[in-house]
């Protein structure tokens, strides 16, 4: 057996299942059952109720964590334990979601019966419009029949990426119908890699009281002396009103130094003031952005450090050093 060409065959089987999924798009039939779908799950005023049976069941408790996860409610129904009881977890303002690529486990029976006897909207994903699920379906999501890569296609694998995908492609609709913002998505994200790329900068940001500030008539040497006190690289120059009108960097300092070598020491140190040599055109950043934002800003603008406005005047100072230590990078 040669891995490489066993490998290559799976993932060619795989493609193959998401070009025909991508079709059923040109089905006005299937267009239509996935707005109904999205419309059913968007005006409940429940949660969505996922369930499946073995492979089924494990796509569907991925798409309840996806769902949740993106502003739509969702809970996990073990078919099995639905009929010892589970069952009282569903009301009837919720939605069933059932998952089963034949329509015939026997396991989601109970569910039916129950969603029917009590009005709650069912949505079937499956891939027999006859099966006992399509037909007891008040919305079909007709899957394609499509080549398992297993060679005896037998095992679920083309069948259940297709469910992911289709199960994903609602939720994602669902998050944009809603306007799920990345601030929506922080507050349900607050832990690891994730929640610290997508807090709001004013949780890291350094504050006003360690801000390298200074009024843009300062002489040079007190700028010089602010930045080399505060160590960030970079000082803000303030006019009277205490809005930020330039920055100087420590890059700012070797050029104006290097471009006075000829100047006696104290030309260079009293021989201008701030506003003279200060950049004016400067990168910013509010307090509201995304830490994962602003440190693409602070890596496509090849900058160290940042300050943080809000109208105009300082509220922060965030930089790449604060970012990647939060665990942002």
Do not use: W
Request: charged share 20%.
């Amino acid at each position: 057996m040669n891995i490489k060409t066993s490998f290559e065959e799976c993932l060619s089987i795989g493609s193959s299942a998401m070009f025909t999924l991508a079709n059923c798009l040109n089905n006005e039939t299937f267009v239509s059952a996935i707005e109904a779908a999205i419309k059913i799950i968007a005006d409940t005023n429940g949660r969505l109720v996922i369930s499946g049976m073995g492979k089924s069941g494990i796509i569907g408790r991925k798409l309840v964590a996806t769902f949740s996860s993106t502003g739509t409610p969702a809970l996990f129904l073990h078919p099995a334990e639905a009929s010892h009881g589970d069952l009282g977890m569903v009301r009837n303002q919720d939605v069933l979601l059932l998952i089963s690529f034949s329509g015939e486990s026997r396991e989601l029976v109970d569910i039916v019966r129950y969603g029917k006897r009590f009005s709650v909207p069912i949505i079937a994903m499956t891939s027999r419009a006859e099966s006992t699920l399509g037909k007891s379906a008040d919305v079909l999501l007709l899957l394609p029949k499509v080549k398992e890569s297993c060679p005896h296609n037998l095992a679920p694998t083309s069948s259940t990426l297709i469910q992911l995908a289709l199960g994903d492609a609602l939720a994602i609709t669902l998050l944009k119908q809603k306007g799920f913002s990345e601030e929506d998505f922080f507050n349900f994200h607050p832990g690891g890699k994730l929640g610290a790329a997508l807090m709001p900068t004013s949780e890291l940001m350094l504050r006003i009281e360690e801000l390298p500030l200074i009024s843009q008539d300062a002489f040079f040497s007190d700028i010089l002396d602010k930045i080399s006190t505060k160590g960030y690289g970079i000082v803000g120059l303030q006019d009277s009103t205490g809005s930020i009108k330039g920055i100087i960097t420590d890059g700012d300092v070797r050029r104006y130094i290097a471009a006075n070598t000829e100047g006696s020491m104290r030309d260079v140190m009293f021989g201008t003031v701030g506003k003279n040599i200060m950049t004016n055109n400067f990168v910013s950043v509010s307090p509201s952005q995304s830490c994962a934002k602003v440190l693409s800003i602070l890596e496509h603008r090849k900058i160290s450090a940042a300050f943080v406005l809000e109208d105009g005047k300082p509220v922060g100072l965030i930089s790449l050093l604060i970012l990647i230590q939060a665990g942002v990078a």
